[in-house]
């Protein structure tokens, strides 16, 4: 037999194409549940040539209780990936899933597939507010740092290796597209059509402007 658990739950995940593919794990504002209110998530997602369905499936925070919440009747095509609540509100359901745990900072994600077999574990790390960590889609070993979380897709944002904030990367989506300077360098203000600058967002989500700024 095994002297202790640690000889027998073993941290050797068998790789089946289903991955734990990003995460937020601190306060945000980019992905709301069905209350409106956000919380931490993670992502799962499907990179197999062949759908899976999800039930049967666990994921847990304790190597120690591989069966701690289990995932709804849930098919994922080839390519596609789905956002979990880890909010420990345990709603189990096709349109709102929230694990019955919650997700910090070095602590560990194990996800199992329905023979209870270790598919993938991850390690969370500590993100800015509205900044997500996750799979690199070129090359999922690496992981990298998204200031434009992609919740329930794939990660084709643009990602980086050293931790950001969140304004440091969002300006590169943000660009000047086009400028009206006036050609009287005497304007007065009083001509309603005075000088002006258009901003554009680049990104596929909503940009708050708040602390960014022009000069010239």
């Known amino acids: 037999g095994y002297e202790n658990l640690s000889d027998y739950y073993v941290e050797d995940p068998i790789y089946n194409g289903v991955y734990i593919n990003e995460y937020m794990s601190k306060g945000q504002s980019v992905f ?26 666990f994921i847990s925070d304790n190597l120690y209780n ?16 789905i956002a979990v609540f880890a909010d420990s509100k345990d709603i189990n359901s ?21 023979d209870r077999v270790l598919i993938d ?6 993100t800015d507010q509205n900044v997500s960590y996750g799979r ?15 919740p329930g897709q794939e990660n084709i944002t643009k990602g980086y290796t ?10 590169d989506y943000l660009f000047i597209s086009e400028v009206m300077p006036t050609l009287d360098n ?14 554009y967002n680049a990104s596929e989500n909503e940009i708050n402007l708040a602390e960014f700024g022009l000069s010239d």
């Open 32 to 57: 709301y549940d069905e209350n409106g209110e956000f919380n931490d998530w993670f992502e799962i997602i499907n990179l197999r040539e062949d759908e899976v369905n999800l039930e049967g499936y």
């Open 94 to 114: 096709d349109d709102n899933i929230h694990t019955n745990f919650c997700i910090s900072p070095e602590e560990k994600l194990y996800l199992y597939d329905n």
């Open 162 to 171: 050293q931790k950001k904030t969140a304004n440091e990367t969002l300006s």
């Open 66 to 81: 591989p069966t701690k919440w289990a995932f709804p009747n849930i098919n994922l095509k080839s390519g596609q990936a």
């Open 121 to 126: 574990i991850i390690t969370i790390v500590e």
């Open 136 to 150: 690199d889609k070129n090359n999922i070993e690496n992981w990298v740092y998204f200031s434009v979380p992609t």
């Open 186 to 199: 005497n304007f007065d203000g009083e001509d309603e059509h005075g000088d002006w600058i258009e901003i």
